[in-house]
């Protein structure tokens, strides 16, 4: 399956259902790398995040294909919101699996759409493994969050946005857990302009991609607890991101969670925008090597803004 191809696809499937995010000047992070510095604004997706793209692309996808199978998934985050919101906007029942310890706010904000929810277990992976094992055995469709290729598609419309609003950028800085986002972005970026240069960024408690890319073959690492919940975990051993990210990603960078929560005091100190943990990790890892990005016109994809009140209440109180 050609993945340039799908995601031309998917923003004529798409586009009139989600929002084209501004891009904007940062003079912030153009004087702190002696560069141009500009912010994709997925935090004003709307759910607030990327996630509600590709979401919406798969189930599009599925209706296309007359493919009626119950669509379900496992998430305690942006992507069972963007799934729910989607399940809504096409009319049409779907499932989301939930830890019971789910944060309420994250329950609330799922339930607005109206989808059941199902809870199951006190971890996410273990709802995740009985989502998946529950869709097997119903022959449901479960949708994942990252190793799906319209899923994947549908993330990758925002680099043929991005294209139009900035048609040469030397670098492009994304956040990866799962690595469907940068997957989606690297993949039609380097189609465009093969020179691009696309860094991973990643928290230094939840490297499992990076890894695992560098030693060129899976690598189970353990995740630590850390403020980008929305990147953290592993990902499936067969992901089809993995050898994506391997032929995408031209580096890494890991930060830690200091510069994690500096960035996000700091997003609001210059340009009053509240992000998520997440959206964090891709501003620090510019501001931890930025002579990298010196002299040159830099991209950061801002990639959600689903922060708790009181995480970021802790944040800025520090």
């Known amino acids: 399956m050609n993945l340039l191809e799908e995601i031309a696809s998917a923003y004529n499937r798409i586009h009139n259902d989600i929002f084209n995010t501004p891009l904007i000047y940062s003079h912030w992070l153009s004087d702190a790398c002696d560069g141009d510095v500009y912010l994709k604004l997925e935090n004003e997706q709307i759910t607030g995040s990327f996630k509600a793209r590709g979401s919406l692309n798969k189930l599009r996808w599925m209706q296309e294909q007359q493919q009626d199978s119950l669509p379900v998934t496992a998430s305690t985050g942006n992507h069972g919101l963007g799934f729910a919101r989607a399940c809504d906007l096409l009319g049409i029942e779907g499932k989301v699996f939930l830890p019971h310890n789910a944060a309420d706010s994250k329950i609330k904000a799922i ?9 199951h277990g006190d971890d996410p992976f273990e709802t995740e ?43 492009i800085l994304a956040t990866v857990g799962g690595g469907g986002l940068i997957s989606g972005i ?67 960078i890991l930060v830690s969670e200091d510069e994690i929560a500096d960035a996000i005091r700091s997003m609001i100190r210059y340009h009053h925008k509240i992000i998520e943990g997440a959206a964090g990790v891709a501003i620090a890892s510019l501001l931890k090597e930025p002579e990298r990005y010196s002299g040159q016109t830099n991209v950061i994809i801002v990639c959600g803004s689903n922060i708790s009140y009181q995480t970021l209440q802790s944040i800025i109180s520090c």
């Not at 339930?111 to 809870?119: A, K, R, S, T, W």
């Not at 493994?129 to 799906?148: G, M, V």
């Open 111 to 119: 339930q607005n759409y109206g989808i059941e929810i199902v809870f």
């Open 129 to 171: 493994t009985h989502a998946r094992e529950t869709a097997r055995k119903h022959q449901w469709t479960y949708i994942s969050p990252y190793n799906d290729i319209q899923v994947i598609a549908g993330q990758g419309t925002i680099g043929l946005e991005l294209i139009k609003q900035l048609p040469k950028p030397d670098n």
């Open 186 to 252: 690297g993949c039609y970026m380097k189609h465009t302009s093969p020179e691009i240069r696309i860094t991973g960024c990643q928290p230094a408690r939840s490297p499992e991609m990076s890894r695992s890319v560098q030693a060129g073959e899976y690598q189970a690492v353990e995740s630590r607890k850390t403020l980008s919940d929305g990147s953290a975990g592993g990902f499936e051993r067969d992901s089809i991101t993995f050898d994506l990210c391997k032929q995408l990603v031209d580096d890494f």
